[in-house]
């Protein structure tokens, strides 16, 4: 499995520390940025990189991105056809949203977490695989359909 990390300025500390962290593990981490900080980078320019590496194959790319809240890195990600985007605070969120709802994007904010808790959220997050359960798989067709336009009642 591939993964994808970008952050603007106010996570770049932490995706410093997480990609590190990641390269100890069997993963192809790749960082799409910002490579230095830049107090006045904007995240939609990052997560937009990573989100499309996840839209152009789901079944082999994830990302992580990061911000200061992790909601705008969460909307731009959810932007993107296949993107399942989920911000999370804590492992057990990490877990559901993987289990449940077979995220690809993890979206974290790097203002409310300590790195420690990033790890056990990541970690939760990688190791997680979608459960499969027929309701998951009906849900997930629903956004699936969302996603090209077709409401259905």
């Known amino acids: 499995m591939n993964v994808y990390l970008s952050s603007d300025h106010r996570g770049f ?8 962290y990641l390269k100890q593990s069997l993963y192809s981490i790749f960082d799409l940025g910002n ?6 980078d904007d995240y939609p320019d990052f997560a937009n990189l990573v989100a499309q590496k ?6 082999n790319n994830v990302g992580i991105v990061l911000c200061g809240s992790g909601v705008g890195v969460d ?7 296949n993107v399942r985007s989920a ?7 990490a877990f559901v949203s993987r289990n449940d709802d077979n995220t690809n994007v993890l979206a974290l904010p790097a203002d409310f977490l300590e790195f420690e808790d990033v790890k056990k959220i990541v970690s939760v997050w990688l190791q997680t695989p979608f459960s499969g359960g027929e309701r998951h798989k ?14 259905e009642r």
């Not at 996840?54 to 079944?59: A, F, K, L």
């Open 13 to 20: 500390k932490i995706k410093q520390q997480l990609k590190d």
């Open 35 to 40: 490579d230095h900080y830049d107090e006045n």
């Open 54 to 59: 996840v839209s152009s194959d789901p079944q």
């Open 75 to 81: 909307i731009v990600a959810n932007k993107f056809r």
């Open 87 to 93: 911000l999370c605070f804590n492992p057990d969120q």
């Open 138 to 151: 009906r849900r997930i067709k629903k956004i699936e359909l969302l996603d090209q336009g077709i409401v």
